[in-house]
Nanobody, 123 residues
Framework: QVQLVESGGGLVQAGGSLRLSCAASSRTFGVYGMGWFRQAPGKEREFVAAIGWSGGSTDYADSVKGRFTISRDKPKNTVYLQMNSLKPEDTAVYSC????????????????WGQGTQVTVSS
């Protein structure tokens, strides 16, 4: 069982930055692929970014490529999402998720989810 806790959300002006953190409880965290997803009001959950168990492979949605960076700190059991040049359309609840070994853009392929953190970008 893996418990995930997100933090770092908040209100920021367009063009600003935020860094989200996802802390995992499992001592086997290092073997999990990790993903970030987001869901805006009235919209379906969408993939944002993912990172493989070793940190060597990453994947980004086209909408955030070049602006967001995903990374992981294995000793701290934490995954980060650095978000720069934020836009109002980035406003959503951001959730991290874990799945065994590999990464995926498909939300139902992830086994564990955090509770989410709100990111609001004002224009």
């Amino acid at each position: 069982q893996v418990q995930l806790v997100e933090s770092g959300g908040g209100l920021v002006q367009a063009g600003g930055s935020l860094r989200l953190s996802c802390a995992a409880s499992s001592r086997t965290f290092g073997v999990y692929g990790m993903g970030w997803f987001r869901q805006a009001p009235g919209k379906e959950r969408e993939f944002v970014a993912a990172i493989g168990w070793s940190g060597g492979s990453t994947d980004y949605a086209d909408s955030v490529k070049g602006r967001f960076t995903i990374s992981r700190d294995k000793p701290k059991n934490t995954v980060y999402l650095q978000m720069n040049s934020l836009k109002p359309e980035d406003t959503a609840v951001y959730s991290c998720a874990a799945r065994w070994a590999t990464i995926s853009r498909v939300d139902h392929e992830y086994d564990y989810w955090g509770q989410g953190t709100q990111v609001t970008v004002s224009s």
